[in-house]
């Protein structure tokens, strides 16, 4: 499985995932699922992918491809005019990637072949954009309401970024968010972990501001997995106590 996610800020774009890739508990790989591409001083542009691998390789190559295709640029991430068209490209390729191997593969259905993509990146004159592109090759765009958005194992993590989301926060607060998420996330599920990526893409600075593999032994985030922990025990103490007398005459309480 996989863990993506990636967040809207006044400042940028905030993005982080892991590389984990297994087929049953004995066969776990290490496999990059972040990917950039940018025009110094004109446009960035990223994705995650989640979803079977073979699948996603096959559109992050034929992306790759095209843009090294001048006689096809007028189809290429680092040709079209909006963010919007990009996603368009993107979610298009998706959606001819999937169908193309359930039809080389005899296979009526999408499960196998199913994959998401999160779409981040801005080009010059235009607001950071933030989409999420779905198997169908159809997609939404991050909003005031829906400001990140999770791709794979969601649930785990989700709950600390719906109380710990900013949207004027700092970089590096969103990025001590993430960790916690993924921290959550790699605790509860097998299938998502480490190392992880991560980008941050700054308002109108066309090339990362901010990238790098954090490994399991990355001081920072074994200091942030430790003290998340310590302090989650330390709020649960804090907690009031339970009474077993708390349910005494009510007379609809259990005995």
């Known amino acids: 499985m996989t863990y993506c996610v990636g967040m ?34 004109e446009r960035i542009i990223s994705v995650m992918t989640s979803g079977n691998l073979a699948t996603t390789q096959a559109v992050i190559s ?13 189809n290429t ?8 068209q990009v996603a368009t490209i993107v979610g298009r390729q998706l959606r001819e990637t ?8 005899g296979q009526g259905g999408s499960g196998r072949f199913t994959a998401s993509i999160i779409l981040a990146g801005q080009i010059a004159g235009m607001e950071p ?39 004027t926060m700092s970089f590096e607060d969103a990025v001590k968010l993430l960790c916690v998420s993924f921290d959550s996330t790699l605790k509860a599920n097998l299938s998502v972990g480490l190392p992880l990526d991560l980008m941050v893409i700054e308002r109108d600075r066309f090339e990362p501001l901010h990238e790098r593999r954090i490994h399991g032994d990355d001081p920072y985030f074994t200091a942030i997995s430790s003290r998340w922990g310590d302090a989650l025990k330390e709020a649960f103490q804090s907690l009031p106590d339970y009474s077993f007398a708390q349910g005494e005459g009510n007379p609809g309480a259990d005995t």
């Open 129 to 167: 954009r933030l989409f999420l592109i779905y198997p169908e090759g159809n997609f939404i765009e991050a909003s005031f309401d829906t400001p990140f958005f999770q791709i794979g194992e969601t649930k785990y993590g989700r709950p600390i970024l719906l109380r710990g989301y900013d949207r």
């Open 62 to 74: 034929q992306l790759e491809e095209r843009n090294k295709a001048p006689v096809d640029r007028q």
């Open 8 to 41: 809207t800020l006044d400042k940028g774009l905030v993005l982080m995932s892991d590389t984990r890739t297994n087929s049953g508990v004995d066969n776990i790989s290490v496999f990059r699922k972040m990917f950039c591409w940018n025009v110094p001083g």
């Open 77 to 84: 991430v680092l040709e079209a005019p909006t963010m919007f």
């Open 98 to 105: 999937i169908m193309g191997a359930q039809t080389d593969n």
